[in-house]
Every structure is written in C-alpha cells, then in structure tokens.
C-alpha cells in the first residue's frame, strides 16, 4: 500500500516537497556523519523567522529513523551535526507556523558533503478561489475480503498565504476538504497527513492544517468491503483538474457518468484499469460504482450464513429429544406438567422449545447482524442479504406459531 503511494508520487516529490530542483549529485559511503542546515523564513520577502522549532526526519525506504528537534536563531538557521549517512538515507526538514505544517526534501547534498535547505512559511488567510486540486488519483486493489484503495491529489495554492477555510460542522477550521464513500474502514492517513489533524466524519474528510502556498502531496487509504455493487462516490470542496481512477483487477468493472475508460496502465509492475474525467468543479458528487465483486467473494460473510443453520440443527435435535423421554426402565415415561408460567416471565422465554425458541434466535441472529453492520464487520449489500433471509424465516414462524402450539 506504501509502496504504491510513494511509486506514485515519485514524478512529483521534486515539485511538491522542494523549495528548488533536489538532485542527488554525489553519494558518500554508508557509515558516515554529515551536518545538515535549515533556514527558516517567511513570506514572499523570506524574512528571517527566529525562535521556530525545526525537526529532522531521517528516512530509509519507508522506516523512519530516530530525528532530533532544534530552534532557529536569530538569522532563521538551524543545525543539525553528527548526523548518519547512507546511501539508502532520506532527509526532510518540517515545521510548523500558525497552524500550517511545512516540510521540505530530501534535502541534496552540496559540496562538502553538507546539505542545506530552506523552509518557507507564510500567513494564513482565506482565499478560497487560490486554492484547487492538480491532480486526484485513487488507486484500488483487489483484496480477498474488500477493496484496498489509496488516493493521492496534488494540491495546488496560488495564493501569497495559507488558506484556511470552514470545516464540515462548521465549528473547527479546515484546510483540505473531500466527501468519501459511506462505507470505509480503516482509515490511514498517509503522506502529507497525519492522524492529529486529519479527520473523518461521516463521509467528510477534513485537514485541520491549512495549505501552504505551493503544490503539497496529500494521501491516504482504506479498505472497503466486498458487495455486489461497490459505491465509491466522491463530493469535492476545490475544483479538480484531472481525476484518476485505476483498478487492477480487470474482472471488476467501474460505472461512472463523470469517468471515461482510458485504457490499462503498468506502475509498480501491475496493470491497472483506468478511468479519467477532468476539469470538475466545486461542490461536484460522481458517483462511482464498481461491478464484479459478487456478495459469495466476500468470506466475511461465510460465518453469518453458517450460524443459522447450525442453531437450527441443535434447536431441532434438542425439541425431538425433548418429545420423547425415556424411564429410567426404557419404557416411554408420562410427560410431567409443565409448572405455570407467565408468558412475560423470563423463564417461560428460555424453557419455551420449539418454534418460540426458532423464534427467538432469528431475532438475536438479526441484531447481531445489525451490530456487526454497525461495527463495520460485514458491507451493506451483505447484511441487507443475509438480513432479509433471516427475517423471512422468522416471519414462517411467527405466522405458523398458534398451529404449532396446538398440536
């Protein structure tokens, strides 16, 4: 799922996360130190900004190593000494002013062998008509029990400042907005994100950080489970300049009036199915439906429709011994009375036998099901299926109950 992200990303990490052109122009061998310097400014004029905090991140692949924190001095720099060096290593510098997170790399190396870069801040506004998205893709890959879905847009803010706009609820500031499926569990976020200050609620997707001047990377992913018709429909806040969806499972098929079928594609050594559509604006919903992924591929489901006929067979062993007792001598011994109960008692419910019990257990087997559908342990389609199947049965019994008593 990283590895998918971050392939995608690779065209853009230059254009999206340095401040200039980064290229790796010698590489020192592994075991070493290097010193690596910041600078922090602000604004268009690149002010000097003093007392900033500044972190190191150092990154191998997708591991993070252990960084360090420093404060800028009074000209805007930081230092960094005695930092590892490797072939296989990354360095970002991030910081944070007025609520915008700022992060720039990987950092090249100059000559000397240090590396140097400069972190660019700005103040925050709401110019909301600066503000769109370059480019959105969602990648979707086959799993044996949902759909892994990664998707990746490329902000773009034309603005002199940060913008900061309303949140869904109105109650909270947001920077990035995006309406997302009904149904997703999982939720990760991934680069240019982070768990504190990226929310879900419902269907809306929030950034609590406000978007810097510039192009920034944001992604993340989720899972969402197998159903016979898979609704992926998106709602967008900024207008969106290309749109991308890619599956890589050619047996599931993407119904969409918004997307057009562009052919299939290699990345990362797979095909994907493509769909585009471009030039969206404010406010759009497309629906997006995926076909193809039946209600019996899901083995989720499998528990669910096995339980019941399970209950079933005990309920039915147990009232056929119950009708024919033993003595103790083998002869078939004389029903005893039954002691009076209430039908409101309690234990009338559990001595009952028979259709009540049948009963009985297709209700707990419902709301069980409504649980598991509210806990996000089966999809919609699964338990509207398996849900009306058990309510018929209950209603068999229910309406045979007066002539099974009677008998």
Do not use: C
Request: glycine share 10%.
């Amino acid at each position: 799922m990283i590895a998918t992200v971050h392939a995608f990303l690779a065209p853009y990490r230059r254009a999206a996360l340095a401040a200039a052109a980064l290229l790796l122009i010698a590489v020192p061998a592994a075991g070493k130190d290097v010193s690596i310097s910041g600078k922090v400014v602000k604004g268009a004029d690149h002010v000097p900004l003093a007392g900033q905090a500044v972190t190191l991140h150092i990154l191998r692949g997708q591991e993070e190593l252990p960084g360090s924190t420093q404060t800028s001095g009074k000209d805007g720099s930081v230092r960094f000494d005695r930092v590892p060096e490797g072939p296989d290593l990354e360095y970002y510098l991030a910081t944070e002013y007025e609520g915008a997170y700022y992060t720039e790399g990987p950092i090249p190396q100059g000559h000397g062998g240090e590396r140097r870069q400069v972190l660019v801040v700005y103040d925050v506004g709401k110019d909301i008509g600066k503000v769109s998205v370059a480019n959105h893709h969602i990648i979707i890959e086959r799993q044996p029990d949902g759909l892994n879905v990664n998707e990746i847009l490329i902000i773009d803010n034309m603005a002199d400042t940060s913008y900061l706009g309303i949140g869904a609820d109105h109650a909270e500031n947001a920077g990035m907005r995006l309406g997302l499926p009904a149904s997703i569990k999982g939720f990760a976020p991934g680069v240019g994100a982070d768990e504190g200050t990226l929310v879900l609620k419902g269907r809306e997707l929030m950034s609590l950080r406000p978007i810097p001047p510039g192009q920034r990377p944001l992604s993340f992913s989720y899972t969402v489970p197998l159903s016979g018709r898979i609704d992926l429909s998106h709602r967008f806040y900024f207008p969106t300049r290309t749109f991308v969806v890619m599956i890589d499972d050619p047996s599931l098929k993407l119904e969409s009036k918004a997307l057009t079928f562009a052919g299939s594609r290699d990345q990362g050594g797979k095909k994907y199915e493509m769909y585009t559509g471009t030039n969206l604006d404010i406010g759009s919903e497309v629906e997006i439906r995926v076909q193809g992924a039946s209600f019996w591929s899901n083995p989720a489901i499998y528990p669910w429709l096995a339980v019941p006929f399970l209950v079933v067979g005990v309920l039915v062993m147990a009232r056929r011994m119950a009708r024919k007792p033993v003595a103790p001598g083998g002869a078939p011994a004389a029903a005893a009375p039954a002691p009076h109960r209430s039908p409101s008692s309690p234990a009338s419910s559990a001595a009952g036998g028979g259709d009540e019990d049948l009963a009985q257990t297709y209700a707990y087997l419902i709301a069980a099901l409504d649980q598991g559908k509210d806990q996000g342990e089966i999809s919609a389609d699964s338990h509207g299926l398996v849900r009306e199947n058990l309510k018929r049965r209950l209603a068999l019994l229910v309406a045979d109950e007066p002539a099974s008593r009677s008998r």
